[in-house]
T-cell receptor, first 112, second 114 residues
Framework: DAKTTQPNSMESNEEEPVHLPCNHSTISGTDYIHWYRQLPSQGPEYVIHGLTSNVNNRMASLAIAEDRKSSTLILHRATLRDAAVYYCILRETAGANSKLTFGKGITLSVRP | AAGVIQSPRHLIKEKRETATLKCYPIPRHDTVYWYQQGPGQDPQFLISFYEKMQSDKGSIPDRFSAQQFSDYHSELNMSSLELGDSALYFC?????????????FGQGTRLTVV
């Protein structure tokens, strides 16, 4: 499985934008970049995914570098409920089954 | 919208007992994944099923087995429980399990072995 590298932790102020980086230098051409987050004592929650182009949804934006070796999850206005562990995961396109392999995510703290 | 349902939510077992965890995927999802998350750890992949067939296997102990039934629900059977099996167990479901689809996770079953 292709690996991702994320900082251990990040702090943000409430209502400010947050940029969570992820490096994936060994990404293959068929890997999608997925982001999930996990709040304490809850199951992981899907945030966003993309392949080459930047993506936006109601939760966040995903900015993908042109060479695809890094990406950034952008939370436009952090709230206290966004405090969680965020996982950047590469998921293969090919095949009928592609598991999500969780690495060491980044713990986001949000200050009031 | 219907989500992934796991039961039970909490389970307490003694060492050497057996436990069965159940997972009901989102309707029309054909792929189920099981994960184990120990205290302070990241979720670890155990096993997955696609169309009722085992499709991938991770760090699942030989004491554990799982299957996906004709209605696509899945069960994780754990025997000879050990203290180290105490963890949160998550089930996730996906449609076809391809890279361009998202997976949805249940709320988990907290297993405590005493």
């Amino acid at each position: 499985d292709a690996k991702t590298t994320q900082p251990n932790s990040m702090e943000s102020n409430e209502e400010e934008p947050v940029h969570l980086p992820c490096n994936h230098s060994t990404i293959s051409g068929t890997d999608y970049i997925h982001w999930y987050r996990q709040l304490p004592s809850q199951g992981p929650e899907y945030v966003i995914h993309g392949l080459t182009s930047n993506v936006n949804n109601r939760m966040a934006s995903l900015a993908i570098a042109e060479d695809r070796k890094s990406s950034t999850l952008i939370l436009h206005r952090a709230t206290l409920r966004d405090a969680a562990v965020y996982y950047c995961i590469l998921r293969e396109t090919a095949g009928a089954n592609s598991k999500l392999t969780f690495g060491k995510g980044i713990t986001l703290s949000v200050r009031p | 919208a219907a989500g992934v349902i796991q039961s039970p939510r909490h389970l307490i077992k003694e060492k050497r007992e057996t436990a069965t965890l159940k997972c009901y995927p989102i309707p029309r999802h054909d792929t189920v994944y099981w994960y184990q998350q120990g205290p302070g750890q990241d979720p670890q992949f155990l096993i997955s099923f696609y169309e009722k067939m085992q499709s991938d296997k991770g760090s699942i102990p030989d004491r554990f087995s799982a299957q996906q039934f004709s209605d696509y629900h899945s069960e994780l059977n754990m025997s000879s429980l050990e203290l180290g099996d105490s963890a949160l167990y998550f089930c996730a479901s996906s449609s076809r399990g391809r890279g361009n689809t998202e997976a949805f996770f249940g709320q988990g079953t907290r297993l405590t072995v005493v």
